[in-house]
């Protein structure tokens, strides 16, 4: 992939880069881990220290698991005018290119940052010729700016849709589903 060298702009004024996630990152990914959990973590009784060690068990447990899947997949932290504001994970496996996860800090969530990443990895699944697919949970408000870019559900996995973009699809008007 080439999304690691892109950079992105975002509005009349923002750009958005990208970097490999390194140790630098971890206290970002872990926020950008949590946020993503924060009402699950509000139905327990459990106090700061026992939020903050199940998530770093949880957030390993992730790494470890899309280390061990997708071992050629790109592990980047997003930047926006230089600002680490989320992390992007996508691999290229033989029959598609998936995003394995996107995720930015809530405070700059909803500010197009989004659109344009998803935008140009469609662009880069379509010159491989492949559908771009991720897993988005049922409840996810991010599932709606998926289907608004075209991705329609091509499987549930309990509470996730794969949801899927095929370029081809969309070079003839084909719908699919």
């Not at 140009?120 to 699944?125: H, K, P, S, T, V």
């Not at 075209?150 to 794969?162: M, P, R, T």
Request: charged share 25%.
């Amino acid at each position: 992939m080439e999304i690691a060298s892109k950079t992105i702009p975002v509005g009349a004024s923002r750009l958005v880069t990208f970097r490999p996630a390194a140790g630098e990152d971890d206290a970002l990914l872990l926020q950008l881990y949590g946020s993503m959990r924060e009402e699950e973590l509000a139905l327990t009784n459990w106090d700061a220290a026992q939020r903050e060690a199940f998530l770093r068990m949880q957030l390993d447990a992730q790494q470890t698991h899309y280390r061990k899947y997708y071992p050629g997949g790109e592990h980047l932290a997003i930047l926006a005018d230089g600002e680490a504001i989320g992390r992007l994970y996508v691999a290229v496996t033989d029959r598609e290119v998936r995003i394995l996860d996107i995720t930015i800090l809530p405070a700059h969530r909803n500010a197009g940052i989004g659109t344009p990443v998803v935008k140009e990895l469609m662009d880069e699944a379509e010159v491989l010729d492949k559908p771009l697919t991720i897993y988005v949970e049922a409840n996810n408000p991010s599932l709606r700016l998926f289907e608004r870019l075209g991705f329609v559900k091509a499987g549930e996995n309990g509470y996730s849709f794969l949801m899927e973009w095929r370029p081809e699809a969309e070079k003839r008007g084909i719908e699919h589903g």
